[in-house]
């Protein structure tokens, strides 16, 4: 049972980044998945989650306003998609999956999640 993102790479300021999250060994049906960002010298920061339901999606402010989540049943992923990139969201994203998990402020604290994956490095420079 594992997760495993892809999609990361260099990429240049105001560009697009769609990240995916692909689940093998269990069903993402009854799992919320949350994205988080790591630069080396500071604190992993909760980026986005979306709800075990699919309904419900919560982003940290600084991807308010350019990100969308969502899940991709037939591949058994969640993508992660940000425009307007800059700088500061270079960093190594991972996702991270909770049982029946919700969409609210509390999901950005990466307590309680059951799987981690490994993380896709996102460069964003001139």
């Known amino acids: 049972m594992q997760v495993v993102e892809s999609g990361g790479g260099s990429m240049q300021p105001g560009g697009s980044l769609r990240l995916s999250c692909v689940a093998s060994?269990?069903?993402?049906?009854?799992?919320?998945i949350s994205w988080f960002r790591q630069v080396p010298g500071k604190p992993r920061e909760g980026v986005s989650c979306?709800?075990?339901?699919?309904?419900?999606?919560y982003f940290a402010d600084s991807a308010k306003g350019r990100a969308t989540m969502s899940k991709d049943h037939a591949k058994n992923a969640v993508i992660l998609q940000m425009n307007s990139l800059n700088t500061e969201d270079t960093g190594i994203y991972y996702c991270?999956?909770?049982?029946?998990?919700?969409?609210?402020?509390?999901?950005?604290?990466?307590?309680?999640?059951?799987?981690w994956g490994q993380g896709t490095q996102v460069t964003v420079s001139r």
């Open positions: 991270a999956t909770q049982y029946r998990g919700s969409a609210t402020e509390s999901c950005l604290d990466g307590k309680g999640y059951d799987f």
């Open positions: 060994g269990f069903t993402l049906d009854y799992y919320a």
């Open positions: 979306l709800s075990s339901s699919g309904n419900a999606v």
